[in-house]
Nanobody, 120 residues
Framework: QVQLVESGGGLVQPGGSLRLSCAASGRTRSIIGMGWYRQAPGREREMVASVSSGSGTTYADSVKGRFTISRDGAKNTVSLQMNSLKPDDTAVYYC??????????????WGQGTQVTVSS
């Protein structure tokens, strides 16, 4: 099993910045990618940003140019720097770790979620 602990959410004004962090523990050698997802009230959970074990990154179109994901493989952490925040970024943000559980199967582990609220 992989355990994920997030930190860094909170309330920020539009145009402000926040940094989310996530620390993984447990069977971290099985992790092949990490990322951040978010879920706003009444909406489905969506991918925000992800980084593979090869350091390739993917971003949702809505956050490109504003958010930056980074991963420290040695420390088993992933961070999300969020700049130029908008009210539409308000959501619960979840850390994700995708683990290789067999040759053909992967499993997604999730953190408990951290609230990000962008409001004046």
């Amino acid at each position: 099993q992989v355990q994920l602990v997030e930190s860094g959410g909170g309330l920020v004004q539009p145009g402000g910045s926040l940094r989310l962090s996530c620390a993984a523990s447990g069977r971290t050698r099985s992790i092949i990618g990490m990322g951040w997802y978010r879920q706003a009230p009444g909406r489905e959970r969506e991918m925000v940003a992800s980084v593979s074990s090869g350091s390739g990154t993917t971003y949702a179109d809505s956050v490109k140019g504003r958010f930056t994901i980074s991963r420290d493989g040695a420390k088993n952490t992933v961070s999300l720097q969020m700049n130029s925040l908008k009210p539409d970024d308000t959501a619960v943000y979840y850390c994700n770790a995708r683990a290789q559980v067999s040759i053909e199967a992967v499993y997604d582990h999730w953190g408990q979620g951290t609230q990000v609220t962008v409001s004046s």
